[in-house]
């Protein structure tokens, strides 16, 4: 699952349905980006993933966005939780 992070963005966005747990189908909105095209929302969910460690959790109010081609992640709520994030290359850790 690859998830692009992204500073400025104002939600957590999908376009992989089966990923989306606890799918609530009756939000619907549009979300605007940053070349000013609005794309429609068809719901809101959870998306499970597995940490390194092995624990489960949940990145929660994630948007189902149909067409979007890759996933989104606001960073500013992973920091705000005490996420710690990595990459190849560095670490990311917020407290």
């Known amino acids: 699952m690859l ?22 189908s009756n939000v619907k909105n549009s979300v605007r980006f940053a070349d000013n ?19 489960v959790d ?3 109010d994630v948007l189902y966005v149909l067409s979007m081609k890759n996933n989104v992640v606001k960073l500013v709520t992973c920091t705000r939780i005490g996420k710690e994030l990595k990459d ?5 850790k917020s407290y």
Not at 39 to 45: D, Q
């Open 58 to 60: 949940c990145m929660n």
């Open 3 to 24: 998830w692009y992070l992204d500073t400025v963005c104002s939600n957590h966005m999908t376009g992989n349905r089966e990923w989306i747990i606890d799918f609530d």
């Open 37 to 55: 095209c609005m794309i429609s929302v068809e719901g809101i969910g959870k998306v499970r993933f597995t940490c390194k460690d092995g624990k």
């Open 88 to 92: 190849r290359n560095s670490t990311c």
